[in-house]
Each structure stands twice: as C-alpha cells, then as structure tokens.
C-alpha cells in the first residue's frame, strides 16, 4: 500500500491533510509534514463554509476544544453590502429554504413579499444578523429545539452526502495561522513527523513519479504519495511535474488583496456574526470579526486599480484604528490545475486552485479535497479511476464555484465605476449564459444550476439574484393559480419567530466572552 505520505507546506492545507488522514488511516499510514519557516502562510482572518463542522467532527473536536484556541467566532451568513446601490445589503445565509404548495418561499417572495427585504422574509439568520445575535444561548443550545446538531448521527464520509438534507445554521471566523498550529499541534500528538526545512529539489523517478524531496539541512525525504500544499508555488504540481494551471482571469477579473489585522475592543463594538463584503470602486472589501479583532482586505483587479489606491481606499474605509497595522500585499493566482492529482503527487489548498475569497470557499475546497482523498486513495496498484474519479470531483468544486462567483458580478445593479459597467459585459464560463437565461424566468433549482456537486444548494443563487438587483426575474406563473393563504402565514411565521430569537438570544460578544 502506498503508506508512506509526505506533505510539503505546512499552511491550513497542509496541516487540514495530516491531520484528517491520520484520523481516517491512524498508525496504518507514515505521515511526514516539511515546511519551511522562510516561506509564510496565507493566514488572513478567514471565513467557512458550515460544513466544516464535519471535518471537526472527524477529528472528534468540539467547538470549546478549537475555537478559543483560533479567536473564532459564529458567521450565520455573508452580508453584501452596496452591490445594488450605496446603504443597500442583503444576506446570503446559512438556512434551509423552505417551501410551499411545492414552490420555494422565494418564489412565493417574488409574486409578492410583505416587504422589500426578500431576505429577511424569508429566512431568519437575516433578522439575527441586522440584530447581531449568536445563534447559541448562553447554556450552548442552538437557537431553539428545532434546529437539529446532526453530525453524530450521520456515517456519511463527505459533505456532498448531507447537502440538501439539512442545513446548518452558522459557520465560523477564525484565524487559519492559528487553526493551522491547533491542528499541527494534533497531528504530532498522533505521530505525524514535523520536518521545518525548505524543499529545495523535486527528486522524479523514469516514469516522471516523484521519488523523493530534497530539503536544505534534513537530506531527502522518501515518500508513496507526495502531497503539495505549498500554496500559489505548487512547487510539485506545477514547478516539478509541469501540470498547467489554468486561469479563471477571464471571468473573475480579481487578481490582487491588501489585507489588514486590525484589534479591536470588541465588547464596546461588538461581534457580528456575519462576514461582510462590500462593494467598492474596484471589487470589495472584506471584513471579518473575530474574538479581539477584524481581519479585513480589499480585493481588486489590477487592471483597474493600483496596490498604493487599494491600501489607501482600505484604509479609509477601516479608519484611524488600523493607523499603525502593516498592509499585506498578496498577488492571487485565480484558477486551478488542470489535474490536481498527477501520477503519485495530490495538490490540495492554493497549489490544486483558488477563487477570489468572496464566498469564503478556500478552506472548504481543502476540505472536499482531503475527502475525496480518502473516498479515493489509492492502493497498491494505482488504478488509475481512482486518480480520474478524483480529479473530476475537484475539478467540478472549483468549476461550479466559479460560475457562482460570476454570478455575484453579472447579477450586481451597481454601475458607477468602469468596473462594474465591464463586470455586467464580462464572459461567463461555458455553458452559464444558457442556465442564467433560465434563471430569470425561474428561480434555480436542482435541475438548472451547474449540475455537478460543488458545495451551493440552488437557494444559494437565488439569494444572490433577489440581492443583487440588476437582472429582472419572474416568479412562476402557477402561484398565480394557488391560493397564497399558507405563503402568508410562512411569512407571518418566519416574522414573529425572529422577533422572538432577536429579542431572546445573546449577542456574540456575550456568548464568547464566557469561555475567556
Ligand atoms: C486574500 C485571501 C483571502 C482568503 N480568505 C479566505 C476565506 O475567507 N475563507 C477561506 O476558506 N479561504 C480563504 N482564503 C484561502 C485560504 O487562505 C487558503 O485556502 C488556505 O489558507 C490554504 O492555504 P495553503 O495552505 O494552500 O497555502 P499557504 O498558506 O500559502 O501555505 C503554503 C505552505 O507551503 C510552505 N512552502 C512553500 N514552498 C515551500 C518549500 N519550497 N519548502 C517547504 N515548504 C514550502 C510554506 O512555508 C507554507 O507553510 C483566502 C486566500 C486569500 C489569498
Ligand atoms: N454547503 C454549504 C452551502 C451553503 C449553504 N448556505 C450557504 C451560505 C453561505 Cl454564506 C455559504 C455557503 C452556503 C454549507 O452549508 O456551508
């Protein structure tokens, strides 16, 4: 069996990898993990997907083991903020839609909402984000008994096994330097080989497998399967094995971030549990709270706005408190490799690929990738199904992701800057201008969005549609035929509900300050 696994990169991807596999392989596999202490991470205060709570739970870790340990804190959902016009946000949330007569409350919404809020009238998490609630109660129990927890229960091995069931309520903040020292810190407590030295030759055998690594001061480290997690390098996949990597730039211009760390007193500011992107000249500017204070960036493309006007416009926008933090440039590379796994070398994290963060999806591609890891790894005689099954399940990940992102952009009514007038010309990927045509005329479903699993339930795009408010949508023309008394009392339902939880439910600050 290929037991002997070395990972090179030592970021959230690489220590994600180790640690999920020993949970998954134990003592059956050797996991060695190089990194180099000149090269840093991309630690930025990062956003999640709910799912995560999956990778977690597969490592048996609770909320109160991890998340003190990484500054975390709850996010129930993405708040867009002036992409329809300056003062105007709505909110991508993290709840199950629900439905009525067979018809999503959406498209109930469209045929006539009690209000101009979409978002609000039809899900909670909405209300409890413009009310800055946590979704637990200071005793830890979720919002109230109707919300199931449901990881136990569950023997799925992946994600895509649960998506649709049933929906989480919230996601987390936390920071990914400090997620990935936690994680490090597990995966040597169960035997993983920490190596910190620089890979400075890819070693490759005949056949164009690799061999070995060789580091600086450690020799050569002898492996089966190599694993690259070294980030926008991908000094195996890219640099030693020559997969190309191809770039997303057509369709999602982003191509540049300056990130701030900026503390805060957080018990007079308080936490909102929510990640905001607003919309500026050039794209959007992140902000992202965590326990003590916001990590928060501007992400643009260069070909309309420069590094010295982006640092400058974010600074504005944070104000006096970020006066004496450094700025961090990071040039993005949007795109993926054309394979991630080639011959015995698996690329996860920025080295397999990369969207811009607008959707936090980063660590949730790490994650997809580790399962599928598992669900394929390879045995004794490397069938090569495996290695394709794999590569078309990440590949359709990043794919499906990049025609949601596109979506956000093509969607926004904002116009006022060249910007946002190209983003409304812009190329969609193959395929997508034939699914937003019928997007218009129905809201999406299962059947219409890109059809192979890539982590967003069609509510997901219907939110951003209703949102963005620069495409005309209908609602279907059945609901003019069906009696909307029970669309009325969802609406009314959903209202008082959320009066109840905002009037009932801590704030973050008061639900986290307990732990300290
Ligand atoms: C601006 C920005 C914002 C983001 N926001 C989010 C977000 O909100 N949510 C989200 O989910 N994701 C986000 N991401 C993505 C997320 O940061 C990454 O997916 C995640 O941190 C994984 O990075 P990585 O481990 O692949 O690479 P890195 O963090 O770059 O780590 C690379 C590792 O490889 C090592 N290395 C490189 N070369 C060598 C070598 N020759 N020898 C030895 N070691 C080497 C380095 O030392 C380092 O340890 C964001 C990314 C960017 C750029
Ligand atoms: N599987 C993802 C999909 C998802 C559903 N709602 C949201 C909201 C946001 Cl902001 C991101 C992602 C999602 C998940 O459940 O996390």
């Not at 078309?392 to 800057?417: C, I, K, P, Q, S």
Request: net charge negative; with cysteine; charged share 25%.
């Amino acid at each position: 069996m290929p037991d002997r696994i070395v990972i090179v990169g030592g970021g959230t991807a690489g220590w994600m990898t180790a640690s999920y596999l020993k949970a998954a392989f134990d003592d059956r596999v050797q996991v060695t993990v190089v990194e180099s202490d000149r090269i840093g991470t991309i630690g930025v205060g990062e956003a999640t997907f709910s799912d995560i709570r999956h990778f977690f739970a597969y490592l048996g870790l609770e909320e109160s083991d991890w998340m003190p340990a990484c500054n975390a804190t709850y996010k129930l959902a993405v708040r867009f903020q002036d992409w329809r016009e300056p003062g105007h946000h709505f909110y991508h949330p993290f709840e199950q839609m629900r439905s009525v007569e067979g018809f999503p409350l959406t498209d109930w919404w469209l045929r006539g909402g009690p209000t101009d809020r979409f978002d609000r009238d039809c899900f909670l998490m909405a209300s409890l984000c413009d009310a800055e609630r946590s979704p637990r109660r200071l005793d830890g129990s979720l919002l109230g008994r109707d919300v199931p927890e449901g990881v136990a229960e569950s023997n799925a091995l992946t994600m895509s096994e649960h998506q649709g069931k049933t929906q989480f309520p919230y996601a987390y903040h936390f920071e990914a330097a400090k997620l990935a020292q936690y994680l490090c810190g597990y995966a040597v407590d169960r035997g993983v080989r920490h190596v910190v030295d620089d890979v400075v030759h890819v070693a490759l055998d005949s056949r164009g497998w690799v061999d070995h690594v060789v580091t600086k001061e450690h020799g050569e480290l002898h492996g089966d399967l190599f694993v690259d997690c070294t980030g926008f390098r991908g000094v195996l996949i890219n640099q030693a094995l020559g997969e190309p990597f191809q770039s997303f730039q057509d369709t999602l211009p982003n191509d540049s971030a300056v990130a701030l760390q900026v503390p805060l007193d957080m018990e007079a500011r308080g936490i909102r549990p929510c990640t905001t992107a607003t919309a500026r000249e050039a794209g959007w500017i992140w902000t992202i709270p965590l326990f003590g204070r916001i990590g928060t960036g501007y992400v643009y493309a260069r070909d309309y706005l420069s590094p010295e006007d982006a640092e400058r416009a974010l600074r504005e926008f944070v104000g006096l408190e970020a006066e004496h933090v450094e700025a961090n440039h990071i040039r993005m590379r949007i795109g993926r490799s054309r394979r991630s796994w080639v011959n015995n070398c698996v690329a996860v994290g920025l080295s397999s690929g990369f969207v811009e963060p607008l959707e936090s999806t980063g660590i949730f591609f790490i994650h997809h990738a580790i399962e599928q890891l598992v669900k394929f790894f390879p045995g004794d005689d490397w069938d090569l199904s495996l290695r394709d099954l794999y590569n078309e399940a990440v590949g359709h990940v990043m794919d499906g992701v990049r025609e949601f992102l596109a979506l956000h952009y093509r969607a926004a009514a904002r116009n006022d800057t060249q910007y946002w007038r190209d983003a409304k010309v812009r190329a969609l990927p193959d395929g997508m201008e034939e699914r937003l045509e019928r997007w218009l005329t129905h809201l999406p479903d299962s059947e219409t969005i890109y059809p192979y699993y890539h982590g967003l339930p069609p509510y997901s795009y219907a939110c951003v549609l209703l949102g963005m408010g620069g495409l005309p949508l209908r609602h279907s023309p059945a609901l003019d035929l069906i009696d909307d008394t029970a669309a009325r009392k969802q609406f009314e339902q959903i209202r008082d509900r959320a009066d109840e939880l905002a009037r009932t439910l801590p704030n973050q600050y008061e639900y986290f300050a307990q732990f300290r």
